[in-house]
């Protein structure tokens, strides 16, 4: 059951750290908005959305994803349109004109937070294909190790991030030049 744990830790470590559309919203949210607790959002969004990949990925559906190439051409599919949709909205995205970051309501950043994390190519790829093929190495207890190990790098890496956020927001903020 150690090995899973370590392997699951670890292996997820490796894919969450690089700094992707999800991540860049968490750390952004934190940084921007005036106290911690109103990052949580954002965070719970994208920990229960990697959750859920994470566990569908785990119980075979990536089996199934991956045998049918229909339902990858549609996940390609689904994933270039939120890419090209997440460009045009960034280079049409005005920047504030008075040096503040423009703070998203709870409902926004859940939103947000949802299209990051489950219309994102490299998140589903990450879960379904690489997660949910090392998963089927483990059968019982292992299985469930590997995936809640899985799963909590996941949440503790949002926390993390959004306080790291926080933490550079502060000190670069206008007043403190």
């Known amino acids: 059951m150690v090995t899973a744990i370590i392997h699951g830790f670890i292996l997820a470590i490796g894919l969450i750290l690089p700094l992707g559309a999800q991540n860049v919203f968490i750390f952004n949210q934190g940084a921007n908005q005036p106290k911690y607790r109103y990052v949580l959002p954002a965070i719970i969004t994208a920990g229960l959305s990697d959750s859920l990949l994470i566990i569908i990925a785990v119980v ?3 089996i199934i994803i991956m045998s049918l190439p229909i339902l990858q051409a549609i996940i390609y599919i689904v994933g270039l349109i939120f890419l090209m949709y997440m460009a045009w909205t960034i280079w049409h995205d005005k920047p504030s004109t ?3 970051a423009q703070i998203m309501s709870p409902m926004k950043q859940v939103s947000f937070a949802l299209s990051v ?3 994102n190519p490299h998140a589903i790829l990450d ?3 690489v997660i949910g093929s090392s998963a089927a190495l483990y ?3 292992n299985k469930i ?3 809640i190990a899985c799963i909590s790098v996941s949440w503790l890496w949002f926390f ?4 790291l956020g926080k933490m550079v927001g502060s000190m670069i903020k206008p007043e403190n030049y």
């Open 60 to 62: 075979g559906v990536s």
């Open 98 to 100: 008075d040096g503040e």
């Open 117 to 119: 994390s489950l219309l």
């Open 127 to 129: 879960t379904i294909g």
């Open 139 to 141: 059968s019982g207890s």
């Open 145 to 147: 190790a590997f995936t």
């Open 160 to 163: 993390l991030l959004a306080i």
